[in-house]
């Protein structure tokens, strides 16, 4: 049966919110659209950066290919970013982590905009655009302060090989442990929320068929359709800033 398509919060959606243990949201690029991070896709158009669609300049093969162009996309993205903060999308998740015996806040976002809304423990499926690694050893360094072209021409203090922006580019395999867990809660949640994601890039978007399979009731919040819509419990249409927190005026 196709998902019942709403404005507002239903009241079997306010009793089952009421009264679960447990918990899961999944959250994509939507959530951060309302602090100025724009998304991917969406809205009529796709992410392009100087010609080049996002799903190229964002792929293992321009890594292998053009390390310092990467370099360069992540550079523009963490300028974009630096002076951007949470919204109440993200204010209200942090605030629900309080709320369950079992919650878990699964992200496709590296802006770590959750993080800095006050969110403990999050599942960064995609990694972190604030943090670099290195190619060879893997070890880790934050970006934080760092800014431009100082993070392209630095080399890996440990083994002083090449870093690269700790994310998941399309191709590359996503963090086993982190997915795991998601899909283990996932798995056992009794209400998964699905919030801000066109839900076609996996293995993120087999979250919520995990949670439905298991018996999950399944929720999007998203102004568009995706083609995770009819498979949802419910789908309410709006955004994510305006729409989370009525749950806490329930
Ligand atoms: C609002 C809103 C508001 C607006 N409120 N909502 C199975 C089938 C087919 C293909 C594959 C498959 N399994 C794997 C693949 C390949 C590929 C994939 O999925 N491709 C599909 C696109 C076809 N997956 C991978 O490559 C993954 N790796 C993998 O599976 O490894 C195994 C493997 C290895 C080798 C070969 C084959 C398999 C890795 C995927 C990594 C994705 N990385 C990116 C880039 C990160 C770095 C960067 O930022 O540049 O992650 S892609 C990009 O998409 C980014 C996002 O996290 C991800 C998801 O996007 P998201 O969050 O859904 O955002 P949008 O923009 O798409 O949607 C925004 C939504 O918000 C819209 O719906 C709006 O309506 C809504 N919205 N305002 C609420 N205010
Ligand atoms: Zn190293």
Redesign the pocket.
């Known amino acids: 049966m196709p998902a019942k398509t709403v404005t507002s919060i239903s009241a079997d959606l306010q009793r089952r919110f009421a009264e679960a243990q447990s918990v899961v949201v999944l959250t994509?690029?939507?959530?951060s659209?309302?602090s100025g991070v724009p998304?991917?896709?969406?809205?009529g158009g796709a992410a392009v950066w100087k010609g080049m669609p996002?799903?190229v300049i964002?792929s293992a093969g321009m890594l292998a290919r053009d390390l310092p162009s990467v370099w360069e996309w992540f550079d523009y993205r963490r300028e974009l970013l630096k002076d951007l903060s949470p919204n109440p999308?993200h204010l209200a998740l942090a605030r629900w982590q309080n709320f369950f015996r079992d919650f878990l806040l699964v992200t496709?976002?590296?802006d770590g905009l959750h993080q800095a809304a006050g969110s403990r423990d999050v599942v960064e499926l995609?990694g972190n655009?604030w943090r670099a690694r290195c190619v060879t050893c893997g070890a880790h360094e934050e970006l934080r302060y760092s800014r431009g072209v100082e993070t392209r021409e630095r080399a890996c203090e440990v083994c002083g090989d090449a870093l690269r922006p700790d994310?998941?580019?399309?191709?590359?395999?996503?963090p086993l442990a982190p997915f795991e867990r998601a899909v283990v809660k996932a798995g056992e949640c009794e209400l998964c929320f699905v919030?801000?994601?066109?839900?076609?890039?996996?293995?993120?978007a087999a979250l919520p068929e995990v949670a439905r399979s298991a018996g999950a009731y399944v929720v999007e919040?998203?102004?568009?359709r995706?083609p995770l819509s009819d498979f949802c419990d419910e789908v309410i249409e709006g955004?994510?800033?305006k729409v989370l927190p009525l749950f806490e005026a329930l």
């Open positions: 994509g690029a939507g959530v659209a309302e998304t991917f896709r969406g809205g996002f799903d964002s999308a496709q976002n590296i995609h655009i994310v998941v580019l399309f191709g590359e395999l996503i919030v801000g994601t066109s839900a076609v890039v996996y293995p993120a919040i998203n102004p568009e995706t955004r994510a800033g």
